[in-house]
């Protein structure tokens, strides 16, 4: 695992936290999405809260791009609930996440982190 990120799985809430910490470049992103697929592959529908307001991200859009590809290209992804935690003023973050979202992927952008939990939770996932 690279010291950019941190993946945990909490089995109580059953939520995949993804902490994205210092630069969050697409390559970066790519590894801990890879990481992520690869080990919970199995599961049915994930609720993964990914936080990167501790991060230097840095999209431009063609990376906005290849990053969504990557996450339409992922069976476990299309079936997660994805919660995404920005820093103020990091507009490729958002970018990215409504371009998911207008593709049908169960995804929305929060600045506090109680609402995305709350979000992540409002429905029951399928196991």
């Known amino acids: ?4 990120f941190k993946i945990r799985y909490n089995a109580s809430s059953r939520i995949v936290r993804v902490l994205f910490l210092g630069p969050a470049g697409m390559e970066t992103q790519l590894r801990a999405g890879r990481h992520l697929v690869e080990r919970f592959r199995h599961h049915g529908r994930l609720k993964i809260l ?3 307001r501790h991060a230097d991200v840095s ?3 063609r990376e906005q791009e290849v990053l969504a590809g990557f996450v339409q290209e992922q ?3 299309l079936r997660a ?3 995404v935690l920005y820093p103020d003023g990091v507009n490729a973050v958002v970018s990215l996440v409504e371009r998911l979202a207008r ?3 169960d995804a929305r952008f929060f600045a506090s982190e109680a609402a995305a939990v709350e979000w992540l939770n409002s429905r029951e996932p399928v196991s």
């Open 1 to 4: 695992m690279s010291s950019s």
């Open 50 to 52: 990914v936080d990167s």
């Open 59 to 61: 999209l431009s859009a």
């Open 75 to 77: 069976p476990v992804l």
């Open 81 to 83: 609930r994805l919660a």
């Open 103 to 105: 593709a049908g992927q």
